[in-house]
T-cell receptor, first 116, second 113 residues
Framework: GQSLEQPSEVTAVEGAIVQINCTYQTSGFYGLSWYQQHDGGAPTFLSYNALDGLEETGRFSSFLSRSDSYGYLLLQELQMKDSASYFCAVRDPRDDRGSTLGRLYFGRGTQLTVWP | NAGVTQTPKFRVLKTGQSMTLLCAQDMNHEYMYWYRQDPGMGLRLIHYSVGEGTTAKGEVPDGYNVSRLKKQNFLLGLESAAPSQTSVYFC????????????FGQGTRLTVV
């Protein structure tokens, strides 16, 4: 089976830093991704970690610890436009029969609200 | 730069009616996915395909069928719609399972009454 856990909502003020955590349990693992979704829009890719450590992309950073089955998304210098839902996602290279098919699973999402 | 295109964008069905949602991608991607999104439930995988002519079940496949006759198209069918299938449906594609990024269509908002 597979599950991804992340907080349902987070609030912060403009200019602040916020961290969104994700823990996962999958039968296989092929990388942790983060997606952003504004209300009424499509999810868009933010970052990806295949190996342990921190990946930085502008104001956003993502961290992975495979031994802890844990990752987080760090958003710095928050802006109003960052108010959105954030999803962690994992690629599981194996299905229940053990064949190598790459399913992409998502967590339930974290609603981030940035206040002025 | 079309990317992933879903049709239709909105649809209202009566219980028991059937319909097909079309997903088309112009990026020559091997992997395609259908998800449904319900409030508080995130994105749940319905079916997916790892290449032309292949399909496989995801987390919530019951009540849906899919086909991938052409590499660029992935069809999601509802044979007998039920109110529980009221949702927003997203299609996504990625180059292969080793690639980091999946690209999403703009979604289809389906209401079954």
């Amino acid at each position: 089976g597979q599950s991804l856990e992340q907080p349902s909502e987070v609030t912060a003020v403009e200019g602040a830093i916020v961290q969104i955590n994700c823990t996962y349990q999958t039968s296989g693992f092929y990388g942790l991704s983060w997606y952003q979704q504004h209300d009424g829009g499509a999810p868009t890719f933010l970052s990806y970690n295949a190996l342990d450590g921190l990946e930085e992309t502008g104001r956003f950073s993502s961290f992975l610890s495979r031994s802890d089955s844990y990752g987080y998304l760090l958003l710095q210098e928050l802006q109003m436009k960052d108010s959105a839902s954030y999803f962690c996602a994992v690629r599981d290279p194996r299905d229940d029969r053990g064949s190598t098919l790459g399913r992409l699973y998502f967590g339930r999402g974290t609603q981030l609200t940035v206040w002025p | 730069n079309a990317g992933v295109t879903q049709t239709p964008k909105f649809r209202v069905l009566k219980t028991g009616q059937s319909m097909t949602l079309l997903c088309a991608q112009d990026m020559n991607h091997e992997y395609m996915y259908w998800y449904r999104q319900d409030p508080g439930m995130g994105l749940r995988l319905i079916h997916y395909s790892v290449g032309e002519g292949t399909t496989a079940k995801g987390e919530v496949p019951d009540g849906y069928n899919v086909s991938r006759l052409k590499k660029q198209n992935f069809l999601l069918g509802l044979e007998s719609a039920a109110p529980s299938q009221t949702s927003v449906y997203f299609c996504a594609s990625s180059l292969d399972r080793g690639r980091r990024e999946a690209f999403f269509g703009q979604g289809t908002r389906l209401t079954v009454v």
